[in-house]
């Protein structure tokens, strides 16, 4: 079975402000992706990033990083100099072996940046 | 048309009632998926669809869901006999071929059972 835990609910921060999100998974796949989805107020899911379990590099995109660490199992988002238009809940999701189209997502973090 | 489209935006059913959700993937997306996302959770996998072929329905909560493709392109979930734990937002997402592509969903359609 495959699992993603986002243990911050919510996370509050002042424009400018740098915010870690964290997520944790478990799976018994030895090939697996992992994602970041986006979800603004208006509901749809924007895809950030997909890594695979063999690539452990960490990624830049813009003010956008991430921090794959296999060795505790987590894939962790940081927004650097946040901005208002970062409010979003913020999704980790995982999916692997012969159902590696299932995605199984994490409950998600909200994040609220204030001006 | 630019992204994945559903249809409609907001759904509200009587309790026993048959409601029917409809999905525009992306033209020439081969994949299609649904999805129920709870208040406050993140999404659920319901259904996937290569072309006109269902897949994998193993997370169709019950034998009251349904969906289909038939022509391969768009798709309608059916829900009958709605109950109250059916309220959720259900989302559609296509993908170019599927496996291990990048998903674009829609905005999902908000469905309450009164």
């Known amino acids: 079975a495959q699992k993603v835990t986002q243990a911050q609910t919510e996370i509050s921060v002042v424009e400018k402000e740098d915010v870690t999100l964290d997520c944790v998974y478990e799976t018994r796949d030895t090939t697996y992706y992992l994602f970041w989805y986006k979800q603004p107020p208006s509901g749809e899911l924007v895809f950030l990033i997909r890594r695979n379990s063999f690539d452990e590099q960490n990624e830049i995109s813009g003010r956008y990083s991430w921090n794959f660490q296999k060795s505790t199992s987590s894939f962790n988002f940081t927004i650097t100099a946040s901005q208002v238009v970062d409010s979003a809940v913020y999704f980790c999701a995982l999916s692997g072996g012969s159902n590696d189209y299932k995605l199984s997502f994490g409950a998600g973090t909200t994040v609220t940046v204030r001006a | 048309g630019a992204g994945v489209s559903q249809s409609p935006r907001y759904k509200v059913a009587k309790r026993g009632q048959d409601v029917a959700l409809r999905c525009d993937p992306i033209s020439g997306h081969v994949s299609l998926f649904w999805y129920q996302q709870a208040l406050g959770q993140g999404p659920e996998f319901l259904t996937y669809?290569?072309?006109?072929?269902?897949?994998?329905k193993s997370g169709l909560p019950s034998d009251r869901f349904f969906a289909e493709r038939p022509e391969g392109s768009v798709s309608t979930l059916k829900i009958q006999r709605t109950q109250q734990e059916d309220s959720a937002v259900y989302l559609c997402?296509?993908?170019?071929?599927?496996?291990?592509?990048?998903?674009?969903f829609g905005p999902g359609t908000r469905l309450t059972v009164l």
């Open positions: 997402a296509s993908s170019l071929l599927g496996l291990v592509d990048e998903q674009f």
């Open positions: 669809f290569q072309n006109e072929a269902q897949l994998d």
